[in-house]
């Protein structure tokens, strides 16, 4: 994929600072700064205890671990490089945890994504990362929208909404990010934004931002955004689907090659990777105690551990180069969604294709049909494993994984299984209606 350039703050002269980081549940947590702490914000940082890396998403609960308590103090720096302007004064950045000696702290999402793309980069190997972000616009209680005028992807939507689009639009050109479409989805009052290509931490930055965008205007209108897997319990769910393309040197290694569809030697390696770790992804992909609603046959969740050239069914679509496909070849992962951690995310399939590289792992053969249409027989002769939609086995998983241990560290791992597993603990019974009221505006801004 080509990249768009960023197209930051640098030199703007913000009233306030917003400094973000996302946790291991997938919230976006903040602290703000006056101008005249703008520097400090960025070194040493500010202080916050290690807590923050435990913070639940029911709102109230900590997740605490041996390793996370409420003895110590850590640092919140922010990125001033990826400073970005939400308006004249009011800035935004993105921040990482370190220790108060500097030294980066092994749960911080954004610095486990910076180790895993500086690894990336030591084979040869250089990502480029395009998000897509589905949500719904619900009240401001997280009520349902009379939304009588709607189709599956309708223009009434856009009519309905059309001050909060416009407004969108124009705030993320503004804050310099660079969208590619915004439209109405499948669900009603649902739409999806994607957003252009750009390297792995910058994309992720830039999908935190987003968030932040919409929170601003939605509320302006009256509204708020879910980012649940799941909104309502009879509805459509929302995916957050990565496109990553990988380049040796500069040379794109999902088309142009001998292997099926035009696949280099090093991608068929690459989504071999990802197919065979799926399964244990999950739980950072996927692993809300909301996920598993929206994880099944039939949503174009990605629900089934294969991969196809343009298989919305299948975890690991396939988008082939060509001239309608400026962008270029590039991997859709589709089996994640809103809840999880951006930057934890985007490491975990990293790694994974990195990993399928170094061992060479061979490419099972290309999934053409929907698998949801195949039996238990013919899935297990294809060797498709479905992704569970049983959330206290995805979390047993993650915390098994020597795979996702060696890609994302053991601190970073117990951190997201803790807060994982107080979900499934916590909440164990509810109904499907329960759980999508509970978690509506979990993950909103
Ligand atoms: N809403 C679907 C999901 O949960 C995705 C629909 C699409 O492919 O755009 O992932
Ligand atoms: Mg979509």
Avoid at 106 to 118: E, F, I, K, N, S
Avoid at 410 to 425: F, G, K, M, Q
Wanted: glycine share 12%; hydrophobic share 45%.
């Amino acid at each position: 994929m080509q990249s768009g350039a960023p197209s930051g703050a640098l030199g703007a002269d913000p009233t306030v600072l917003i400094g973000t980081i996302v946790n291991p549940a997938g919230l976006i947590l903040a602290k703000t700064v006056p101008q005249v702490r703008v520097p400090a914000f960025a070194s040493p940082g500010l202080g916050a205890s290690p807590t923050w890396h435990a913070f639940a998403a029911d709102q109230v609960g900590i997740a605490f671990t041996d390793a996370i308590g409420v003895v110590g103090d850590q640092r919140i720096r922010v990125d001033l490089e990826a400073m970005h302007m939400l308006d004249a004064t009011l800035a935004w950045a993105p921040g990482e945890f370190f220790d108060q000696a500097g030294v980066p702290v092994p749960q911080c999402a954004r610095g486990t994504l910076r180790r895993v793309v500086d690894g990336l980069g030591r084979t040869g190997l250089r990502a480029l990362v395009g998000h897509e972000l589905e949500f719904m616009l619900t009240g401001p209680e997280g009520q349902q929208l009379p939304s009588h005028l709607w189709a599956q992807y309708g223009v009434a939507g856009v009519l309905e909404h059309e001050a909060f689009i416009r407004e969108v639009l124009a705030e993320c050109h503004a804050a310099g990010i660079g969208v590619d479409q915004l439209h109405p989805e499948y669900g009603r009052s649902q739409f999806e934004l994607s957003i252009e290509p750009r390297d792995p931490i910058a994309a992720a930055d830039q999908l935190v931002l987003t968030r932040l965008v919409l929170g601003r205007v939605a509320r302006r209108h009256g509204l708020r955004i879910s980012f649940s897997p799941k909104p309502f319990a009879d509805g459509v769910g929302c995916g957050a689907h990565q496109h990553i393309s990988l380049m040796a040197g500069d040379v794109p290694i999902f088309t142009g090659g001998p292997g099926p569809t035009g696949l280099t030697t090093e991608g068929e390696y690459a989504i071999a990777g990802l197919v065979d770790a799926m399964v244990d992804l999950q739980g950072v992909l996927s692993g809300s105690v909301v996920s598993g609603l929206r994880m099944l046959p039939g949503q174009w969740a990605g629900a089934f551990a294969c991969w196809g050239v343009e298989n919305r069914e299948a975890a690991v679509r396939l988008v082939r180069a060509g001239p309608a496909n400026p962008r270029g070849a590039n991997v859709e992962v589709k089996a994640i969604d809103p809840s999880a951690n951006v930057y934890f995310a985007t490491a975990a399939i990293l790694g994974a294709a990195a990993l399928g590289i170094a061992q060479e792992l061979p490419l099972p053969p290309e999934t053409t049909v929907d698998p949801g249409t195949l039996t238990d027989a013919q899935l297990a002769e294809a060797d498709i494993r479905p992704l569970s939609a049983e959330q206290s086995a995805v979390v047993d998983t993650m915390d098994g994984s020597a795979v996702l241990r060696a890609i994302l560290g053991d601190p970073a791992v117990d951190a997201l299984v803790a807060v994982r597993r107080y979900e499934v603990t916590h909440f164990p019974d509810h109904t499907a209606d329960t759980l999508t009221n509970r978690f509506r505006l979990a993950w909103s801004v």
